[in-house]
């Protein structure tokens, strides 16, 4: 009935369904774009001159971007409103800086700065869209099914799909032209059109609160008349930085998003296993592609995996993260091309696992009311840990890779204690979920 209601209203034929459709191809379209960039970052960055510290400093920043700024975006968009502008402003970063990385090799010794700015301002462009798409999304998802679960199901297979074919995209254009700025260049078509179907979509679903009854989705935004004097405005500006900082949240959770970002810290990126992949002559530059798109399929098996096992049996399941961690830095960057195939199998895992299951225990943790300021935080927490671990790793690569895998092995003895404490203290505010 809420279907029906919509289209009414709208007077554009758009149904929950076809909205969460359309948000999965978008973000299918759009994965295609920059998981396709991201599987050759640090072939393309070594390319350029970059060293492997530059490299893990690079990757990491730019995963910590992704996430701290979210507590910025995530707070404009609630008191803004702006949701549809935030979203496209967000795809929009990425549809224009990936094409862009195309002219790093023809500028000289500037190419490497160029292609730093672009991957930065290409991640910034994720923290920048993703509250604002979810909340869009939440709306539709809320309609097609008695909860979300079926709706943002749909969208993350689609997702995922993207994850799966760019790299393959950027494969082919590299053993075909045998240079990886083609592949960057072609990856300017299905950013295209997903800025296409987001501008259709924002003119038949303007307001997507029509899904779920809601008339105003300006209400949480401030205006300058509540601000009123300077005082007034200064308090506010008090209350978001305490929100910020998590206040009043409790102590488990604050231990929780320690042990998440140790393990989100220590788990090497791709962008510097791929560089040791082809610098060590493991694995052929065209190859690389292949490699990362099979391990997106893995990481969604991961996550539907561990999901399913989160639900039916504990939260304890979650205790394989920092043992999954420890294992990547030993495989992957071992001289052994099989060795380190298996290593970005484990690293593709334990990614799955952060990039969703481990985001569960959150709400189990904290009351429902808190919980949009609860993933700010939480995803901020992780980001600082991501751009030190980052560094830090790519300069231990270059100094000594058994030294790699002692200190990442040291920290995940750290994040499994705090994880286990914190998931046997789980279960007296599970009940905020019901």
Sequence with gaps: MRDNRAVTATGSGWTAWRVVLGFGVVSLTADMVYEGARSMYGPLLASLGATAAVVGLVTGAGEAMALVLRLASGTLADRSGKYWSLTIWGYGLTAVCVPLLAVAPFVGGAGLALATVLILLERSGKAIRSPSKSALLAH????????????????????????????????????????????????????????????????????????????????????????????????????????????????????????????????VTFGLISFHLTASGLVPVAVVPVVYAVAMGIEALAALATGWLYDRVSSRVLLVVPLLVAAVPALALSQQVGLALAGVAVWAAAYGVQDSTIKALVADLVEPARLATAYGVFAAIQGAMAVVGGGVAGWLYEVSVPALVAVVALSQVAAFVLLARTVGRVHPLSHLQT
């Design 140 to 267: 539709a998802a809320g309609a097609v099914g008695r909860g979300r679960g079926r709706g943002f199901g749909v969208h993350k297979a689609l997702d995922q799909t993207g994850a799966v074919l760019g790299p393959l995209v950027v494969a082919a254009v590299v053993a075909t032209t045998s240079a990886i700025w083609p592949a960057m260049l072609v990856l300017a078509l299905p950013g295209a059109a997903a800025m296409v179907l987001l501008t259709i979509m924002r003119r038949g679903v303007p307001d997507l609160t029509i899904f779920d009854g809601a008339v105003d989705t300006t209400t949480a935004s401030a205006s300058p008349a509540d601000d009123g004097a300077a005082s007034s405005r200064r308090g506010l500006a008090g209350r978001w930085l305490a929100d910020a900082a998590g206040n009043g949240l409790p102590r488990e959770f604050f231990g929780y998003a320690a042990a998440a970002a140790l393990t989100t810290g220590a788990l």
